[in-house]
């Protein structure tokens, strides 16, 4: 099973809303990501998730909260976001994070919450 | 600082025709992954290169890692519609932090 599964598939929601994106894996993964992704652009890294801990925050705003409740599980909390954080929210989950290369460090995706704020 | 190059940004073909796609940079890298992403989905790992001068074969896509380990091509055969995507391509910095560094990627196009 290499599959990475995020609800809700949509969300809309206004700027004073508080919601929730949910990311789940059942690899035996230890490190988890969220990524921000813009039509035509790359993803965005956001945070990492080593063994349970937060071990990158790439300067996001904290409307943007993360948690990280078993190895299995990934949310992002949302509050009071603005129309430009409109974008496609991806989860991914790799082996493990640390020096080296080799399929240790691949990422596998999540099909992603598409996230319109109005 | 985008230390992966990729071109060309787009590219729109007919069905059946050849294409390649290039990352290229200055520095050297252990290994690199190329990724593909199809409208509304998340990215798909395709293939991760390794050694330099190795070329791996997916069906009708074949990869090359140049070298001297800094760059890579996808030289896509007889291109379908389903080829349609953005190709990322991406290497990863090991460290204590370590994470994965995406080009800007190639909208490809595949007409019917």
């Known amino acids: 099973d290499t599959e990475v599964t995020q609800t809700p598939k949509h969300l809309v929601m206004g700027m004073t809303n508080k919601k929730s994106l949910k990311c789940e894996q059942h690899m035996g993964h230890r490190a988890m990501y969220w990524y921000k992704q813009k039509a035509k652009k790359p993803p965005e890294l956001m945070f990492v998730y080593s063994y349970e801990k937060l071990s990158i925050n790439e300067s996001v705003p904290s409307r943007f909260s993360p948690e990280c409740p078993n190895s299995s599980l990934l949310n992002l909390h949302l509050h009071a976001l603005q129309p430009e954080d409109s974008a496609l929210y991806l989860c991914?989950?790799?082996?493990?994070?640390?020096?080296?290369?080799?399929?240790?460090?691949?990422?596998?995706f999540g099909p992603g919450t598409r996230l319109t704020v109005t | 600082t985008q230390l992966l190059e990729q071109s060309p940004q787009f590219l729109s073909i007919q069905e059946g025709e050849n294409l390649t796609v290039y990352c290229n940079s200055s520095s050297v890298f252990s290994s690199l992954q190329w990724y593909r992403q199809e409208p509304g989905e998340g990215p798909v790992l395709l293939v991760t290169?390794?050694?330099?001068?190795e070329v791996k074969k997916l069906k009708r896509l074949t990869f090359q890692f140049g070298d001297a380990r800094k760059d890579s091509s996808l030289h896509i055969t007889a291109a379908q519609p389903g080829d349609t995507g953005l190709y990322l391509c991406a290497y990863y910095r090991g460290s204590t932090l370590g994470r994965l560094y995406f080009g800007r990627g190639t909208q490809l196009t595949v007409w019917p």
């Open positions: 290169v390794v050694t330099g001068g």
């Open positions: 991914a989950s790799s082996q493990g994070t640390g020096r080296g290369a080799g399929s240790r460090y691949e990422q596998y």
